[in-house]
Antibody, heavy 121, light 106 residues
């Protein structure tokens, strides 16, 4: 069974870049069965899909974040990453990495435990 | 973007009750609808895909139905471990979007 774990700074200053890494275990990130993505949840609010990357490096981004977003994959380390630039207070959220099924219905099958990232000076 | 709207936002129920949660899409999404359960401080758990197909290991008291723009999640004989927040999610077109959640509380 896939396990995902987020790592990275939990406190980011306004205007700087939020960077997180997701390490995948229990399976290969080179699998064509999944897309590897990020979802965030501001405190007390709902879920927002950020974007995803395939094992080939093809990305799909939420247009609302696209101009500030980079998601990349490192198959040699079984990891993928998130970079969100020019952050501000509304970017404070729990950031979760996810494995999204590449099947027709594209469900989010496995989730990391989540990392609360606070944007504050 | 496809907007997903859940109702109610919260509901109170008792163990043994039957609970129904509604999810509506802003356009036709056929059956590209998934459901998740989230408990406080935990990552969401995937329950149902294709509107009505249970993920392996999900208890049969959970069921989903609907197509097009209107969907329901039903929990028969509510158990103590079912008190949580439930989200619908459309997988018809990117960007993938979620409903705002329905909190099921005692």
């Amino acid at each position: 069974q896939l396990q995902l774990q987020e790592s990275g700074p939990r406190l980011v200053k306004p205007s700087e870049t939020l960077s997180l890494i997701c390490t995948v275990s229990g399976g290969s990130i080179s699998s064509s069965s999944y897309y590897w993505g990020w979802i965030r949840q501001p405190p007390g609010k709902g879920l927002e899909w950020i974007g995803s990357v395939s094992y080939t490096g093809t990305t799909d981004y939420n247009p609302s974040l696209k101009s500030r977003l980079t998601i990349a994959i490192d198959t040699s380390k079984n990891q993928f990453s998130l970079k969100l630039s020019s952050v501000s207070a509304p970017d404070t959220a729990v950031y979760s990495c996810v494995a999204q099924s590449s099947s027709t219905w594209g469900w989010f099958e496995s989730w990391g435990q989540g990392a609360l990232v606070t944007v504050s000076s | 973007d496809i907007q997903m709207t859940q109702s109610p936002s919260s509901l109170s129920a008792s163990v043994g009750d039957r609970v129904t949660i509604t999810c509506r899409a802003s356009q036709n999404i056929n059956n590209y609808l998934n459901w998740y359960q989230q408990k406080p401080g935990r990552a969401p758990k995937f329950l149902i895909y294709a509107a009505s197909s249970l993920q392996s290991g999900v208890p049969s008291r959970f069921s989903g139905s609907g197509s097009g723009t209107a969907f329901t999640l039903t929990i028969n004989t509510l158990q103590p471990e079912d008190f949580a927040t439930y989200y619908c999610q459309q997988s018809y077109s990117s960007p993938w979007t979620f409903g705002q959640g329905t909190r099921v509380e005692i």
